[in-house]
């Protein structure tokens, strides 16, 4: 049998809270704070997995609920494992399906026993249960599996935030029982909005169950993006040192460094790689939306300190062509591009920790990305 998950803890800064860890998983170790490339339906959009490896992706993200409708926990199972079925030799997490059901699936009914949804693909109904969600996961072969639980709008009133945590609290002991404690890891999932009374409590309930992992829910749900920082800052030192904690679906560049130096050390968001297929482009100088005029005739790259193929090899004016002309193309480059920008601000986070230098990087990354440039649009993020 592998070896199973576990994370050690390396270096804390000396000037804030973030955290230089290592996790060990049986697919390979992962570098702490770490973004997670999201890879929903067993591949990470408009990229191939020789493009995530040469970018130095260490560990992907699936998801249970889509995987379950498409093409099933049960095909994937007979044909090797999601590692096999995808090709991908390094570490994988699976989301438990739980935000999907509450936000795509159709006349979701909750009751204590699980979620009873119509699947948003062809109506057909489905019960998704704490036990049913574990299951899933571990016949996906995940290297990491997270607790099912529910997760209520970051505006909903107290009393339903309230009945959300009681209920999570509830799934969250089912799905530890459920969890066959092989070589992969759970996490438990800590909600409340934004109510600090609320997450405080519900960290003290989730905690309470000894897991290999901890995460936070729940945010980049339509909060501004200063009450989500200020919330990660007092919660995030509340959940246990020794353990990995993770942030879940956040977000911009100027949120993961503001989640690191609270003391978070795992991200996912679909945000890189939606805004690359819509134009968009993070730099180290801002965002860029490369449809815009102005790039027609630029000869240079995207970002200028960039070491990516993209902005080796290819001139804003070629791939604004692209994009304007709708080539596949286009997509390729610009989410190469995006994700490589990503990866390479997490691990110049994990060298300014080691060199107790994480306050002096965090500044230089607000100020540099923070502001200027083209603001992200609405429209580019759905």
Same mark, same amino acid.
């Given at each position: 049998?592998?070896?199973?998950?576990?994370?050690?803890?390396? /270096?804390?800064?000396?000037? @804030?809270?973030?955290?230089?860890?290592?996790?060990?998983?049986?697919?390979?170790?992962?570098?702490?704070?770490?973004?997670?490339?999201?890879?929903?339906?067993? @591949?990470?959009?408009?990229?191939?997995?020789?493009?995530?490896?040469?970018?130095?992706?260490?560990?992907?993200?699936?998801?249970?609920?889509?995987?379950?409708?498409?093409?099933?926990?049960?095909?994937?199972?007979?044909?090797?494992?999601?590692?096999?079925?995808?090709?991908?030799?390094?570490?994988?997490?699976?989301? &438990? %399906?739980?935000?999907?059901?509450? @936000?795509?699936?159709?006349?979701?009914?909750? @009751?204590?026993?699980?979620?009873?949804?119509?699947?948003?693909?062809?109506?057909?109904?489905?019960?998704?249960?704490?036990?049913?969600?574990?299951?899933?996961?571990?016949?996906?072969?995940?290297?990491?599996?997270?607790?099912?639980?529910?997760?209520?709008?970051?505006?909903?009133?107290?009393?339903?935030?309230?009945?959300?945590?009681?209920?999570?609290?509830?799934?969250?002991?089912?799905?530890?029982?459920?969890?066959?404690?092989?070589?992969?890891?759970?996490?438990?999932?800590?909600?409340?909005?934004?109510?600090?009374?609320?997450?405080?409590?519900?960290?003290?309930?989730?905690?309470?169950?000894?897991?290999?992992?901890?995460?936070? %829910?729940?945010?980049?749900?339509?909060?501004?993006?200063?009450?989500?920082?200020? &919330?990660?800052?007092?919660?995030?030192?509340?959940?246990?040192?020794?353990?990995?904690?993770?942030?879940?679906?956040?977000?911009?560049?100027?949120?993961?460094? /503001?989640?690191?130096?609270?003391?978070?050390?795992?991200?996912?968001?679909?945000?890189?790689?939606?805004?690359?297929?819509?134009?968009?482009?993070?730099?180290?100088?801002?965002?860029?939306?490369?449809?815009?005029?102005?790039?027609?005739?630029?000869?240079?790259?995207?970002?200028? &300190?960039? %070491?990516?193929?993209?902005?080796?090899?290819? &001139?804003?004016?070629?791939?604004?062509?692209?994009?304007?002309?709708?080539?596949?193309?286009?997509?390729?480059?610009?989410?190469?591009?995006?994700?490589?920008?990503?990866?390479?601000?997490?691990?110049?986070?994990?060298?300014?920790?080691?060199?107790?230098?994480?306050?002096?990087?965090?500044?230089?990354?607000?100020?540099?990305?923070?502001?200027?440039?083209?603001? !992200?649009?609405?429209? !580019?993020?759905?």
């Amino acid at each position: 049998m592998s070896a199973p998950v576990f994370w050690e803890l390396l /270096h804390e800064d000396r000037g @804030s809270g973030a955290r230089r860890g290592r996790l060990h998983t049986p697919h390979g170790t992962i570098e702490t704070p770490i973004f997670m490339p999201v890879g929903t339906l067993a @591949s990470v959009k408009a990229v191939g997995q020789d493009d995530l490896q040469t970018l130095g992706a260490e560990i992907l993200l699936g998801n249970t609920y889509h995987l379950m409708l498409r093409p099933g926990e049960a095909l994937v199972k007979e044909l090797g494992g999601l590692h096999r079925f995808m090709a991908w030799p390094r570490a994988l997490l699976t989301d &438990s %399906g739980g935000f999907q059901v509450f @936000s795509l699936a159709k006349k979701a009914k909750v @009751s204590e026993e699980g979620v009873l949804f119509q699947s948003h693909l062809d109506g057909t109904p489905h019960l998704l249960t704490p036990e049913r969600s574990i299951a899933i996961q571990e016949a996906l072969g995940a290297d990491i599996l997270m607790a099912f639980d529910e997760c209520p709008p970051s505006t909903a009133e107290r009393a339903v935030v309230e009945r959300a945590l009681e209920r999570t609290t509830a799934w969250l002991h089912r799905c530890a029982a459920a969890w066959r404690r092989g070589p992969n890891a759970l996490f438990g999932i800590v909600q409340g909005g934004l109510d600090l009374g609320l997450r405080r409590r519900h960290v003290q309930e989730v905690c309470a169950v000894e897991l290999p992992g901890y995460a936070l %829910g729940g945010y980049s749900v339509g909060e501004a993006p200063e009450r989500m920082h200020a &919330s990660v800052a007092e919660v995030a030192p509340l959940l246990p040192r020794e353990r990995p904690r993770y942030l879940m679906g956040v977000g911009t560049p100027v949120d993961l460094v /503001h989640a690191v130096a609270a003391g978070m050390d795992m991200f996912d968001c679909v945000l890189p790689t939606r805004c690359a297929r819509n134009g968009l482009l993070f730099t180290s100088e801002g965002r860029l939306v490369i449809r815009n005029a102005a790039y027609t005739k630029d000869e240079r790259p995207v970002d200028a &300190s960039c %070491g990516c193929y993209t902005c080796r090899t290819h &001139s804003r004016a070629y791939l604004r062509h692209l994009f304007s002309t709708r080539e596949v193309l286009a997509l390729r480059l610009n989410t190469l591009h995006n994700l490589h920008h990503y990866l390479e601000l997490m691990r110049k986070a994990r060298q300014a920790i080691v060199e107790d230098r994480y306050t002096a990087f965090l500044k230089d990354v607000v100020a540099r990305e923070g502001g200027g440039g083209d603001a !992200l649009a609405p429209e !580019l993020a759905e």
